[in-house]
């Protein structure tokens, strides 16, 4: 098993930046592969970006290709979100999660384990 704590959301006007991180304990950290979700107030949960167990591959959603990077630290079983030239509509709760069974994903069904989420609003 493992545990996941997100941290780092908060209130940011459009145009700005946060960084998301997700501390996990329990089970090694380096044998999860890991993603970012969102989900907006009358929305589906959806994805946002996914790392590699080694951090080697990354994956992102079309809506933040080229303004979300995502990263791990194995060391410090931890993965981020860097979000820059935040929009509106980012506006989510965000969730990270964790699975053992797949190299890496951006469907919500091979994730394991999540998090309790972390607010992010942008104003406008």
């Known amino acids: 098993q493992v545990q996941l704590v997100e941290s780092g959301g908060g209130l940011v006007q459009a145009g700005g930046s946060l960084r998301l991180s997700c501390a996990a304990s329990?089970?090694?950290?380096?044998?999860?592969?890991m993603g970012w979700f969102r989900q907006a107030p009358g929305k589906e949960r959806e994805f946002v970006s996914a790392i590699s167990r080694s951090g080697g591959s990354t994956s992102y959603a079309d809506s933040v290709k080229g303004r979300f990077t995502i990263s791990r630290d194995n060391a410090k079983n931890t993965v981020y979100l860097q979000m820059n030239s935040l929009k509106p509509e980012d506006t989510a709760v965000y969730y990270c999660?964790?699975?053992?069974?797949?190299?890496?994903?951006?469907?919500?069904?091979?994730?394991?384990?999540w998090g309790q989420g972390t607010q992010v609003t942008v104003s406008s």
């Open positions: 329990g089970r090694p950290f380096g044998s999860y592969a």
């Open positions: 999660a964790a699975t053992v069974s797949s190299p890496m994903s951006t469907i919500e069904s091979r994730y394991n384990h």
